[in-house]
């Protein structure tokens, strides 16, 4: 009874993601007649960069999936059990239910319209409207597959897999965005003679172009990428070598010790510790 008003949200908040798209393309076009139109492109981009990276700082840090998802599951539990109460009416559960739905789905939505605008104005709205449809498609099957089959899909393999391609694209984008920033004229343009000989076909697909620019800007995007993964991992990493040298060295003096070797599975040696205790 109260998958209906949470699935009449997340209509709602798909509604709301149209009527944002167009809004959002009366906005850009409007901008285009006052603007140039490298200079849009360019905006437009650098607005999708800073987009897909905060999607990365939310996906590598866990922000969304430990606080956001968490929240809704939370209050998602709070409504059910008001439910109980007689205090609460059901017109305020089955608001509160759409509000969760809506809320659910309109900030990805409204993500997704932004990220979007760069494409459209470099490749038109029929290129963006068949990747949309396609990512609709998937998404439905994954629906139908988790809540009409009932079945389980492998989430941390699928998880791990959409942080990979979030990676690869967020690559290429920054590629792309370079360029349009040397179009544009918002950056300098230093060739690289030895590099000349890049197919365009590598240009064309991954956005690699022999210019310091673009690929300065890649490899910090690259560093961007690894440093969020390390540092998400290293604080799990250290307590766990913590918890290995404390368990190597108590069994030399009966006490737990704290090394500063702890710093991640890889750097601890908990036998050198124990052999530089017994040799005091």
Not at 101 to 122: A, C, D, H, N, T
Not at 142 to 147: K, M, Q
Request: charged letters at 15%; proline letters at 4%; a positive charge.
């Amino acid at each position: 009874m109260h998958r209906r008003p949470v699935a009449a949200g997340a209509g709602v908040g798909l509604l709301a993601t149209l009527i944002t798209w167009f809004v959002a393309v009366g906005i850009v076009n409007d901008l285009t007649t006052s603007f140039p139109a490298l200079d849009i492109q360019a905006a437009t981009g650098l607005l999708a960069v800073v987009v897909l990276l905060v999607v990365m700082n939310w996906f590598f840090h866990k922000v969304y999936w430990g606080g956001w998802i968490a929240l809704h599951n939370r209050r998602k539990k709070d409504l059910l059990r008001d439910a109980d109460s007689p205090e609460t009416s059901g017109g305020r559960l089955l608001w509160g239910m759409g509000l969760l739905g809506f809320s659910s789905l309109y900030r990805e939505g409204f993500e997704v319209v932004l990220f979007l605008q760069s494409y459209r104005l470099r490749l038109g709205g029929a290129i963006v409207l068949e990747g949309v449809l396609l990512g609709l498609l998937f998404t439905a099957i994954v629906a139908a597959l988790t809540f009409v089959a009932h079945r389980r899909l492998p989430y941390r393999r699928m998880l791990v897999l959409t942080g990979v391609l979030l990676g690869g694209v967020l690559l290429v984008m920054v590629g792309e965005e370079a360029q349009e920033m040397q179009l544009a004229h918002w950056l300098p343009t230093t060739n690289i003679d030895w590099l000349a000989h890049i197919p365009a076909w590598m240009g064309v697909w991954f956005s690699v172009f022999p210019t310091v620019e673009t690929l300065s800007a890649q490899g910090i995007a690259a560093l961007f990428i690894v440093g969020s993964y390390w540092l998400v991992r290293l604080p799990a990493w250290r307590q766990q070598c913590q918890a290995e040298c404390a368990a190597e060295l108590e069994s030399v003096d009966g006490k737990k010790h704290c090394t500063p070797l702890c710093v991640s599975a890889t750097v601890c040696q908990p036998l050198k510790v124990a052999d530089a205790i017994r040799r005091r």
